[in-house]
C-alpha cells in the first residue's frame, strides 16, 4: 500500500478547459493507493451495529446462561441496587442486562489493555525502526500476514505505518462500547452480548497488529516450527551472577536490557529472566534469556532474593511488587505509563544520578520512561547492587515455620481466602510433628496470590513458609520451552487439510490464558500432551504455553521435547504471549481463504459462517483469570470457535450453552440447495466452564465436531468423544445419536455397540449438507 | 457391547498414534533388523478359504524371547462374489490401520517393508498370541468391509518360511504394480469421484482415474472403487465416463455431467489433462502445482516442501492462493506428485516436454518416468532462480521448449501499458492551462466543473488501480 499523509493544495484561480477553480482549498488527511485488488467485503471497519444480525444468529442458539458472581450492582449512586429475582434497580436494569453490561466492562478493559499496549508498542517500533518498515511475519510460508486485521479491517497492512490506521480505529471502538456501560445506556442483555463480541474482535485485532509489529521489528522467530529450546523454571536461574527480572507483557525495556548487554560485552555475567509474557517475548528476542514461569511465580520469584533488580512494565504484574522487592532489598524498575506504581519520574535524569540513588542512596525504585534508558539504568544497577545484596531474600527457615505453626490460631481463615481452598491450616500443624511434605505438597497447587498471608489474623507469612517447605523441589524446577514460533504457516494448513478431511487429525486444541489452575499447571500439560497423542494439534500461548512446559513425562522430557512444534498432528506448537493468540484465530481465518478460496477482506460474517461450521477448533483456557482473557475468549466467540474454561470461569458470570435437547436450535441452510438440515448440537456450547481436568477433556473431544465433518472426520472425532467418555465417566455418552449423520459416522471398532444405542433411540440417517447460518450463501443453481 | 470385549487390550482408531520405542517393546517384528518380512492379501476363490481360520507358522508371541526382533509374514486370504483382485492392494493397506488401532501395537511402512512393535505393558495385559490379533483383524474387515464374506488369516514366523512366502509376496506386489499402472483410462468404464474436500472447498470434486491420482495423493483409482462399493452413500461415488468429447484435453460428458452437479452449477466442464481453458478444479490440499511460465511457455512444477523462491519470484504459498479454492484457475493447476508419474500427465499441453522447472526434491522422486531425453533438461532450484537464469539453462540445455520458441518467433512486442500515476502532480497548479482536474478519479470530460471558494476535505482519499493496469 502507498500511502502519503497530509496533503494540502491551495489554488486562487485557475482555469483551464475542463473547469473554473477559484480560491480552491484540497486538504486531504491520506491518499491510499491500493494495490490489493480484493474485493471489499460489506464490513470494513465495523461499527457496533454492523455485526450485530451475527451476533444475534449466535445469541439465539448459544444463549446467555446467567451465574451472577454478584447480585448487586454498585456502579452509581442510585445504589447499590439489589437485582436479584425479578428485581430492577433504580435505572432499569435487571440481572441479565447487569451481567451483560460487566462482563462487557470486563472486554472494554481487555481490549483497551490489548489496544494500550498496541500503541505503545507500535509507537516506539515506528520510532526506531521507521514508518516504512515492513511487515514480515514467516517470509514466502506466509502469504496472509494479518488475517484478522484483513478481515475485519479491509486492509492488508504492509508497513509498520499501516497499523496505525488500525489503531485508531479500535481505540475509537473501545470508546464506544465503553459509553454503553454507562448507566442508562444500552438496555438489552443480548445487545450487551453482542457488545461483548464486538469487544472480543476488537481485541483480536490489536493482539495481532502488536505481535506482528513485534515479529516484523524485533527479529522473532518467524512461523518456525523449529523455533529453539529454551529454560524455563526457577532452577535455570543461576544465582551467581546478577540477576535482573523482568515481568509483564511489553518487551521494549527487556528487549533494551539484551541489547545493552550484548553492546558491552555483559551478556554472559548477567542472568535476564523472565515472568508471564515479556518472558516469552524477550526469550522469542534472544532464547539465551531465561523464563522463571507464568505470573503467578512473581511472589515467590520476587522472596526467593534471586532477582536484583525487578524491571516492570506492564499487565499482570503484582500491584505489591515494589513493596515485596523492598523487602529483599531489590529495587523496582518501572517502564509504563499505566503502571507508575508511585515511583518518581527520572526519564529526564542521567542514567548515573539514578543509578547512585538506587545503589547507594536506598531508593526503593524509579519509573523510567524511556526503554533504553530504563535498560542501562537496571544493568548497572543489578552490577552494582548485587554484591551488596548478596541475594537476600525473604524467605523464612524451617525453625521460623514451626515457630508459626505453634502461634497458628486454627482459625483456617487462610484456608478460605485461598481461590483453590487449599488445606494451609492443617498442612501447617504437620510441621510441628516435623513434617513439611504436606507443606510442600501445597506449592504443586498454589497459584501464588498470597491471599493466606493477607487473612491471617497473626500475621504469618504463610505463602513463603509453602516456598520454604518446597525449596528442594524448587531447585528442580528446569524445563523447556520452544519458542514462541508467531503465526502458523500457510503451507503447514495447506499440509493438515487431507489428513482432516481422511479423517487423521480429530481437531485442533488451543491451550491459552492465565495460570490461576485449580490443581497446578500440571493438569494443562497433561491435557495438551493426551491430545497430542491423540493427534490433535495442540497450540499454546501465554501462561498456558508456559505450564505446559513445566512438566516431564517418565522419560525426563518436558512435553515441547516429546511433540514437534509443526502445526501438525500430534505437535504442541506455542505461537508466544498473549498477544500471540492472534495467530490461533488467524489460523482459523486462514483456513477459508487457503482452502475456499473466501475472500477475507471486509468479510467478517461469511468467514466467521465457515469457521463456526467447519473449523473443528476448540480453545482451553484452564486458568481463566484476568480482563484480557475474557476479551480474548470474545473475540473467539464471535469467530465461531468455543472455549471451555476452568472452574473459576465460572466467575466470568455467564456461560453461552447451547441446548441440545432442542432440535429446533441446530437447523443449517445447505448451502447446494437451500434446505434447511438438522446438523445436531455441532458444536453444542461457545463457552462452558469445566468443573474437572476429566470432563473438560471430554467437552473438548466433542466441541470438536461440526456440520461439515466428512463421514471419516466425525468418525475419528466420535471415537475420541466415546473413548475418553468411557475411560473418564466410565459410561458411553448418552447423546452419539445426535452426532452420527450416516452409518458412516460410526467408528469402525465401536460399530456394533453405537448401532445398538441408535436403535434404541430410533435414530434416523441425515444427509451432510454443506452447512451454513447464512441464506445469503445459498448458491443458485446454473440457470436459476 | 463391544465388538472387542473378548480382547484384552483396548481397540480403537484413538490408539492410532501410539509410538511405541524400543525400551517399551516387548518384541518387534520386521523393522531394520530384519531382512525378510511381508503382508500380503491374495483374493481367492470362495471354496479355497475357510471362514475364521487363523494359522500360526512358526513361534506365537508367547514363546518368542522378549526384546529382540522377528521375521514376520502377515498372510491374507479373503473371498467374496464381489471382491476382485483389483481390490487387493486396497484390502492389504488395511492391515496398517487395523493394527494401529490395538493398544500397544504399533505398524509403520508396507509390503515387504513392515516394521510391528508390540508393547510390553500390552504382553502383560495378555496380548501374546497372532490368534488375538488374527481374530481383530478378521471383525475389523469384515464389519468394515462387508464385501468380504471369508477371510483365513496365516502368520509366519519361522524364518525360513517367511523367506519362502516373501519371494512369492515380492512377485505378486510386482504383478499387481503392472497392472496398476498398465491401466489406462480408455481402458476403463467408470472414473472416481471424490467430494471430501468440500467439507471445506464446497465447489470441489476430485475426478480420479486409472492415470489421474486425487490431487492429495491420497486415492488412487483402486481406491476410490473400493471406498464408493463400501460406502455407495459416501463422499467417494462412481462416475460413468459417457462420452469422450476430446481425447487429448480428456473431455468426457459423464464427466461434466456429474461434475456440474456435485459443484451445485460452479463448474461446468472439466479437462482432465491440461492446465488450460476448463482445468481440473483444485482443493487446497493438492501435493504440488503446475504454474505456467509465459516468459518461457513453459510450466514450472512447485510442491508444498519447497520453501524458497520459485523462478518467477514468488512462493509455493502464493501460488497455492492463486490456484486453490475449488476453482477452475488458466495456468494453475494443483495436482499429485503421482500424477507426474502418469503419461497423461498434462497431456494436451505437452506433457513433460513443456515442463521446464521442478525442485530437485521432486524431481528425484518421479525422474524414473520423465522421458530419459527431459531429465537433465529440466531445470532445478540450483540450475535457476530466476526466469532469466532459467531461459539460459533452457537454451544452453537445448530443452525442446526453445524449438517452440523459435516457432511461436513472432513479434512480442506489444508496448507496455503505461503506468497509471497513483496522484497526479497536484503540487504546481499554475503550470499547465490543460491541466487535468487535480483529483481525476472519475473525470470523463463533456462537462465543467466550477469551483469557487470551495473547500474540499477529505479524511481518506482512496485511489484504486483497475485491473491490468
Redesign the interface.
Known sequence: MVSEKNIRVKIDELKSSIGLLKGFELSIGKIVSEEWLEEVGPTQFPKIPDLREWDLKLLQRYKPFYMPFCDLCCLCTFGKCDLTGDKRGACGINMSAQQSRIVLLACCIGAATHAGHARHLIEHLIEKYGRDHPIDVGGGNVEIEAPITRLVCGIRPRTLGDLEEVLSYLEREIVRLLAATHTGQEASNIDFESKVFHAGMIDHVALEIADIAQISALGYPKADPEAPLVELGLGVVDSTKPVIMVVGHNVPPAAAIVDHLIENNLYGGVEVVGLCCTAHDVTRYNPKAKIVGPISWQLRFIRSGVADVVVVDEQCVRTDTIIEAQKVKAPVIATSDVNCIGLPDRTRDSVEKIVEDLVLNGQPGALILDPEKAAEVAVKTALLIAPKRMKFKALPDVSDIIEGAKKCRKCDDCRRACPNDLPVRDALAETLEGNLNALADLYEACVGCGRCESACPVDLPLHSFIVKAAEKRIKEEKYKLRVGRGAIQDVEIRKVGSPIVLGEIPGVVAFVGCANYPNGGTEVAEMAAEFAKRRYIVVASGCAAMSIGMYKDEEGKTPYEAFPGAFDAGGIVNVGSCVSNSHIAGAAIKIASIFAKRRLRANYEEIADYILNRVGAVGVAWGAMSQKAAAIASGFWRLGVPVIVGPHGLKYRRMLLGRKDKPEDWYVYDARTGEKVYVGPAPEHLFYAAETKEEAMVMIAKLCMRPNDTTRGRAIKLSNYIDLHKRFFGTMPDDIHLFVRTLADVPLTMREEVIKILEEKGWKENIIPDPTLLPRLVRKKAGE | ????ADIPVG????Y???RIRWQDTYVEFGGLRVQYKFELVKVRKMDEVVDGKITIIGPDIKDLEPQKSYSLGIFIEVAGSQVEEELEGVIERRIHEYTN?IEGMMHLNQRYDIWIRLSKKSFEKGLNSFHIIGKIYQR?FK??LPIIEKIQITFITDPEKVKEMYDYALKEYEKRDARARGLKDEEVDAFYGCT????????HVCVITPQRYSN?G?ISWFDARASARI?P???VFRIEKGECIDPVKGEYTGVNDVV?MKS???I?RVWLYTAFGYPHTS???FEGIAFYIPEVDGFGIVH?GF???TPIG?????L??ST????QVDGFHGISIEYMRSPKFLQADGGWERVVWVPSAVLERVKDFIPKHLVDKIATEKDAKTVEELKNFLVAKGHPIVKRWEEKAKAEAAAKPVEEK??PA??A??AA???????SVG?V?G???????????????????E?GK
Do not use: H, W
Open positions: 457391547m463391544s465388538m472387542f481397540v480403537g482408531e484413538v492410532s498414534g501410539e488401532y475389523l464389519s468394515e471430501l474436500c468440500q467439507s471445506f472447498a464446497p465447489t492429495c491420497a460406502d452413500k459416501g463422499p456440474k451445485g452449477g460452479e461446468q482443493c487446497g490440499c508444498r520453501a524458497e523462491l514468488v512462493p509455493f504459498s502464493k497455492a492462493d486453490a479454492g475449488g476453482r497513483a496522484l497536484v503540487a497548479p499554475e492551462a490543460e491541466m487535468a482536474v487535480p483529483v473525470v470530460g462537462f465543467r466543473i466550477i469551483l469557487k471558494n470551495a473547500k474540499i476535505r477529505a479524511e481518506r482519499v482512496k485511489i484504486v488501480r485491473k
